[in-house]
């Protein structure tokens, strides 16, 4: 009887910083989205929790902090982590808080890292002062030059680094959004010949290949023809054009339709989609789990979506759940992703606060990071 050791991934928010000036756009008191959680605005039908983060407003990147966060994360079974990676106007976006404070941390080497290119569009979302404005300020998709560059830059300066997380000796690179993708790249056959062309770079680099990775989404139609909206398809279908080899999930609000509700009874209909992926896909789902919904702090007015009851004792249940999966698929790599590190605007997170101290690490340190019999 051997021990399993499983990789609990968990995706970081970028933004809580103010060292990338253009985030001023958004949060002009020049520390990122700490300024939406630290001035909460109650409504009538929805008020704040009142939870703060144990360890303060902190500048996440900062290699101190992050040192700091490092320690905490391999503490408690957290092993990898995932960044929101955000490419905008020609250039990154968002970078700093991997750059400087991941990056420069003196012992990244016990948490690995990967990326989620986070190619989604922009409009005034994150600024709660405008944000029923729907007016675009970026587009997340490119052009073939413009992706071709983001290849060579992300092999160069993660693909390479020794903490980057592989699979199989292939570096992961997960894509949020591939209608944003297909649109951008000109349609299905121009987007499978890109990403034919980044798995060449990647192994004329040295790697055994490249595991491209997607963030499914519940099944809706997607726009293969990059132009043409009459010509669609499932995510299905672009998962087998562009030869995508495995799939993962984002957040729980992406796959149940309107999520209002308990935890638990929201889990359920999650736990449906693990097996028509299982049903549907021939490439390896990793499963997902987030510890929760609910992003009234960044709203002016109130959403109905929301999860409740999320408690770490629910969360704990879930992420047994996600486990006893893993455990029953031994061929795969033992790979779950948690939602999320810090979304602390969208209440999903596991960094501690005020209200459940340390409780979501906690769990994942008794189901993963405690010693699991491999059966």
């Known amino acids: 009887m051997g021990k399993r050791k499983y990789d609990v991934a968990a995706y970081i928010w970028p933004a809580f910083t103010g060292d990338e000036p253009r985030t001023r756009i958004f949060w002009e008191k020049g520390i990122g989205e700490w300024q939406t959680v630290m001035f909460p605005t109650d409504k009538p039908e929805w008020k704040y929790s009142g939870a703060k983060p144990i360890w303060g407003y902190e500048n996440e990147a900062d290699p101190n902090v992050m ?20 490419w905008y106007d020609g250039r990154p976006f968002l970078d700093q808080c991997l750059n400087n404070g991941y990056l420069k941390a003196k012992n990244n080497d016990k948490v690995k890292f990967y990326l989620m290119w986070a190619n989604h569009d922009v409009n005034y979302m994150w600024d709660k002062r405008i944000n029923h404005i729907n007016s675009m300020i970026w587009h997340g998709w490119v052009r073939r030059p413009e992706f071709d560059e983001i290849c060579d830059r992300v092999i160069e300066q993660y693909f390479k680094h020794p903490s980057y997380y592989q699979i199989d000796g292939k570096p992961v690179f997960l894509i949020y959004d591939v209608e944003n993708l297909i649109r951008g790249l000109g349609g299905v056959e121009a987007t499978a010949q890109a990403l034919d062309a980044f798995r060449k770079k990647v192994t004329d680099a040295g790697f055994a290949g490249l595991e491209l990775q997607l963030c499914a989404w519940s099944e809706n139609a997607v726009n293969l023809s990059g132009v043409d909206s009459e010509h669609s398809g499932s995510t299905l279908d672009a998962v087998k054009l562009l030869h995508i080899d495995s799939i993962t999930n984002y957040q729980f609000a992406h796959l149940v339709s309107h999520p209002k509700g308990d935890y638990t009874e929201i889990f359920q209909t999650v736990r449906k989609q693990w097996e028509r992926y299982d049903r549907e896909y021939d490439i390896p789902y990793y499963p997902h789990i987030s510890v929760g919904w609910d992003n009234n702090l960044r709203c002016r007015s109130f959403k109905r979506d929301l999860i409740t009851n999320n408690t770490p004792e629910c969360f704990g249940k879930a992420l047994e759940a996600a486990r006893d999966y893993l455990d029953a698929h031994p061929e795969r790599t033992p790979l779950v992703t948690i939602n999320s590190w810090n979304e602390w605007t969208e209440g999903s997170y596991l960094e501690p606060d005020t209200l459940n101290g340390y409780g979501y690490l906690e769990e994942i340190q008794r189901v993963f990071a405690e010693e699991q019999e491999d059966s």
């Open 67 to 86: 040192e700091k966060q490092i320690e905490c994360a391999a503490k408690h079974g957290v092993n990898v982590f995932i960044y929101d990676w955000y």
